[in-house]
């Protein structure tokens, strides 16, 4: 008996999807349906043409996640982390995951602590600086004093979020310049740029740059000795974007969190060193002394109100659950054996990389597992830009980009060690950077600036 198959049938018969394949929609929606097999072929296929994870040496954040978190995660999708009433549990998680990350950064009180989840460290620090610029309005409008010219300090490495943060809540953004082998804030001179209308100071642990630490302990001893002389009481905020999940494991006598007094908010990265997928921050706060009752909004949960402080509404749960994962798979010690050992790798992948002979390291990986380098002074045929190029010919993504004032003068390229960046795939890298060398070195002259080439820039 002849039986009648359908189209997708058919394609499915002689095992070819790809002969239904026509035209893909590009910018207009189109009129009809599509069988599914088909569309998901189109939109695949059209992916691979994106770059490969995890030959990104450029992004901070994670790359890789083990098949278990994979799995809760792929299960988690259609969670709304904002329906505390409809998934009690995810919540839970996250009020769990606020009390550990608070215990890892010693605040004092780390049960009463208030904290929650964010997208990532750019919502984060918006809702840090947002208390603390409330904070500083409400003390001068009790004081009776104007309020219309707040000012945030930080050095002129800090990443671009905090550049927003000003700009959308009309701060006024003062910068430390960077000063010869100083690729980072100045703490003397970060007091020095304080007054009565500063909400507070940021410190970078650590600089997207080059991987440096700020040194957040004499940040606040110049703060503390700023209010000894002047009586400005100045708050600091730690970005801790990165080294939130590194300095603890690996630096656990470092001074740089709620340890140090005057510091009042930390933010981090759970999508970075945190080990999750992209989609999630974290921000604490020492005391709720810290966040003005005013920004906080209640919402439904288990027919309780629950407190929130968040620029977003609907916010995918699947990030929250998997770094809860993480913490309860890895443990301290879980974290600390892989940052030390991304940051053993970034050490020797540095020294690799010296011994070549054209470039010189600007950093060693000895804060974050993560490096910058350049090419020698004296070489003036190639030059960062052409050698980010010419990795990119293997798959290699090293961004290659100059700093800012005052160093200007300097490009480097840099390389950020993320877990799943092995020796093994190290030496693969450093392999195929030598074998570009002879070619690098025979060009005549440079070919590619900040403008035409593969960089990147913050
Ligand atoms: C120091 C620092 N702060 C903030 C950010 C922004 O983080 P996110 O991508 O999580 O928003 C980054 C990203 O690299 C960073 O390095």
Redesign the pocket.
């Known amino acids: 008996m002849a039986i009648k198959q359908t189209k997708r049938a058919r394609a499915q018969s002689i095992g070819d999807v790809f002969s239904e394949v026509g035209r893909a929609p590009r910018h207009k929606m189109p009129n009809d349906e599509m069988d599914p097999e088909v569309a998901y072929q189109i939109v695949h296929d059209e992916l691979m043409l994106d770059g490969n994870a995890r030959l990104n040496l450029a992004t ?2 994670g790359t890789w996640m083990e098949p278990q978190a994979q799995r809760l995660m792929a299960e988690t999708f259609d969670k709304n982390m904002i329906n505390k009433d409809e998934y009690p549990q995810t919540a839970e998680m996250e009020m769990r995951c606020v009390d550990m990350i608070s215990r890892l950064w010693h605040a004092p009180e780390p049960d009463d602590a208030p904290g929650c989840s964010t ?5 984060a ?1 918006m809702l840090g600086g947002l208390a603390m610029k409330r904070i500083w309005q409400d003390r001068r409008r009790a004081e009776g004093k104007p309020t219309d010219k707040p000012n945030i300090v930080f050095g002129i490495n ?2 671009v ?1 905090w550049e927003k943060f000003a700009r959308y809540w009309d701060v006024e953004p003062r910068e430390v310049p960077m000063e010869g082998p100083r690729f980072h804030i100045d703490p003397e001179q970060a007091a020095a740029l304080c007054d009565e209308n500063t909400i507070g100071v940021i410190g ?1 642990l ?3 740059y080059d991987g440096s630490y700020e040194p957040i302990e004499k940040l606040c001893q110049a703060l503390d000795a700023l209010q000894a002389k002047t009586g400005l009481n100045i708050p600091v905020h730690v ?1 801790a ?2 080294g939130g999940f590194v300095a603890p494991f690996l630096e656990p006598n470092l001074k740089w969190d709620f340890a140090l007094d005057r510091v009042v908010s930390i933010n981090a ?1 759970g ?2 060193y945190g080990l999750v997928a992209p989609g999630v ?1 974290w921000i604490i706060w020492r005391d709720e002394e810290h966040l003005p009752e005013e920004l906080i909004f209640k919402v439904n949960y288990l027919g309780d109100i629950m407190p929130t402080f968040a620029l977003n509404f609907s916010r995918p749960g699947a990030q929250v659950v998997a770094q809860y994962y993480n913490f309860v798979r890895l443990g301290f010690e879980g974290y600390r054996k892989i940052q030390q050992y991304a940051r053993d790798v970034a050490q020797d992948l540095a020294a690799e990389i010296e011994k070549l002979g054209p470039f010189e390291l600007v950093t060693r990986g000895t804060d974050l597992p993560v490096f910058a380098f350049k090419v020698r002074d004296d070489i003036t045929n190639f030059n960062v830009f052409d050698v980010s190029n010419a990795v990119r010919e293997r798959g290699w993504q090293v961004p290659a980009y100059t700093f800012p004032a005052n160093r200007q003068d300097l490009a480097v390229l840099r390389v950020v060690v993320k877990r799943g960046f092995t020796h093994d795939v190290a030496s693969l890298f450093i392999n195929d950077l030598r074998r570009q060398l002879p070619r690098l070195q025979r060009q005549a002259t440079v070919i590619h600036d900040a403008d035409n080439g593969s960089g990147f820039r913050h």
């Open positions: 901070f954040v997208t990532g460290s750019s919502e620090a800090v990443q979020c970078i650590g600089s997207t970005d974007a990165s990265s999508h970075k921050g």
